[in-house]
């Protein structure tokens, strides 16, 4: 390879060749720096450490600064520990070296013996042979066994003063707490994207090349928090750049180079997609979803991206900031741009089905028909209601209400509201009986009605379904009094009826009632049934005109809008039975009971 001939002759890899020599090159853990640098400052070094974090924040690294600062003597062999060792003595030189013979390393993933661990401990007793420490440094210490724990235990009680022990592990719940209490703790934190970024920047500037600073943005969000990864990273991109380099000028990190080094889909692209999917412009993001499976976007690698947004969007919108690092500043305003435009209920709801979206790309033969149809479900769900809110709204509705009762109800308010009343209260009371058995709780819970919503709801509870449905589509109520009814009817109803409803009442409640009807005009009131009729219309017309809809129907030209309740059974019912969409024109016979209602069946005999 013709590259080959442009790289150093001695190429190290980066991770190895910027390893940080003192704590000042550490970046990202100034916390950890500032309590080692005062214990050693004041002498008060412990005899044993523990550095935890994740891999590649440089754990070993650290405590191999910690074992040349306990032992540097300075350039002219009279210092003491230092936090700024000199790297020049010849203590500091041979752990550079790593032939030092007093300080130990030991990788416990692969040394997990007992055996393995008394090699050590035997040695501790001794005086070290040219520093002032013996130290024992044991990566990944969670792994020993816990005979060799136990082993290692026994040396940490009463370890002699001239060793010192530095543990490094990425799990430290899986240290015995023995072990933990005998130590100094200290986390090593992830370091973040942009102290990342700086330093690609940096060595790759050092390494005579030049890199876009989105280049290094991008190495540095993938390196999540690892200096290593990063590096490792930031060591394939360089040698891409030394490929495909032009010979005029100093080799370029771009970031298109790293995008494709990374297998990363165009960012804005993901955004857009996001955008267009979370507005219901279904064709748009469909079209984008296109490109960028064209461009070889994996379902998969796309679903975790939306994933992601879905995450930024959300926390941005509460805390700010996203967490992460972002790559440019153009990506924070988009990011605060869309979560304006997003409620918490949607993003919370969009996630939990995102996370199940990448099962099912993983499940499915088709990923990208997958991903298809799970960016269109996520197009039409922001719009539907959640349980909670219909529930509330339900409340807050009959909350809301012009006060309840005959006293008020002169027949003005017949219409929209307490319609509405009518069927939450009439619904709610048959959900809370089951026939027979509670009858007698029933009828105590029922009790005289207060209005005529609750009269027609007594009228279904007590299954007398034609003077129910008489009730609904023929009357409007003029005045409602406890014992007295004044009711204009519509259509001339059937001779019997005013007796019939007052006999029924008397019988139902145990006192008399009068009950006048009046023939007339209905006016501007309308009849329960005119109501929601009337709202059915409506709530058909808002779901035609939704732009959701719209989107939907240039895709799937032939489908059938039905505007459906949420049918859980713990809520009360949507104020709405669906029929067939598009047959608004005639609906006289909509019976939103027709399932409860036999085929045939006769008024309850009067008394
Ligand atoms: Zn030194």
Partial sequence: MASAETLPAEYRVLARKYRPKTFAELIGQDALVRTLTNAISQNRIAHAFILTGVRGVGKTTTARIIARSLNCTGADGTGTATTEPCGVCPSCVSILEERNLDVFEMDAASHTSIDDIRTIIDGVHYKPTVSRYKIYIIDEVHMLSRSAFNALLKTLEEPPSHTKFIFATTEIRKLPITVQSRCQRFDLRRVSGELLAEHFSRITVLEGLEIESEAAGLIARAADGSVRDGLSLLDQAIARAFEFGGSTRAPMVTAESVKSMLGLADRGKIFDLFEATMRGEMA?????????????????????????????????????????????????????????????????????????????????????????????????????????????????????????????????????????????????????????????????????????????????????????????????????????????????????????????????????????????????????????????????????????????????????????PITDPSLPPAPLTPSAAGDSADDSDFNPYRDMVPDSFSPPEDD
Avoid at 349 to 366: C, F, G, N, Y
Avoid at 452 to 464: I, M
Avoid at 531 to 538: A, H, I, L, P, V
Wanted: hydrophobic share 45%; proline share 4%.
């Fill in 284 to 564: 748009l993001a469909i079209g984008i979803y296109d490109e960028l499976h064209e461009v070889g976007a994996d379902a998969l690698q796309t679903a975790q991206d939306l994933l992601e947004i879905c995450h930024s969007v959300t926390r941005i919108k509460l805390a700010g900031s996203t967490g992460a690092y972002l790559v440019d500043s153009s990506e924070k305003q988009r990011l605060q741009a869309l979560g304006s435009g997003l409620s918490i209920p949607v993003l919370m709801r969009s996630w939990q089905l995102l996370l199940k979206a990448i099962a099912e790309i993983q499940q499915a033969s088709d990923s990208k028909a997958a991903l298809e149809m799970i960016i269109i479900r996520l197009g039409f769900m922001p719009d539907l209601p959640l349980p909670a809110d219909l529930l509330k709204k339900a409340i807050v509705d009959s909350k809301n209400l012009p006060a309840r009762g005959g006293a008020t109800s002169s027949g003005g308010g017949g219409g929209a509201t307490s319609a509405r009343q009518g069927n939450t209260v009439m619904k709610l009371a048959y959900a809370n009986s089951t026939p027979q058995a509670s009858e007698a709780a029933e009828l105590e819970a029922i009790a005289i009605p207060q209005n005529f919503n609750e009269l027609v709801a007594l009228a279904e509870a007590r299954r007398d379904f034609n003077l129910m449905m008489e009730l609904r589509k023929n009357c409007l109520v003029d005045s409602f009094a406890e014992g007295r009814i004044e009711l204009t009817v519509i259509e001339s109803p059937s001779p019997k009826f005013a007796n019939h409803l007052s006999s029924q009442l008397s019988k139902w409640t145990r006192r008399a009632w009068v009950i006048s009807l009046n023939q007339g005009a209905a006016g501007d009131r309308q009849t329960i049934a005119q109501f929601e009729q009337k709202q059915k219309s409506e709530e058909l017309e808002w779901a035609r005109s939704h732009a959701l809809t719209s989107a939907f129907l240039k895709l799937f030209p032939d489908a059938e809008i039905k505007v459906l």
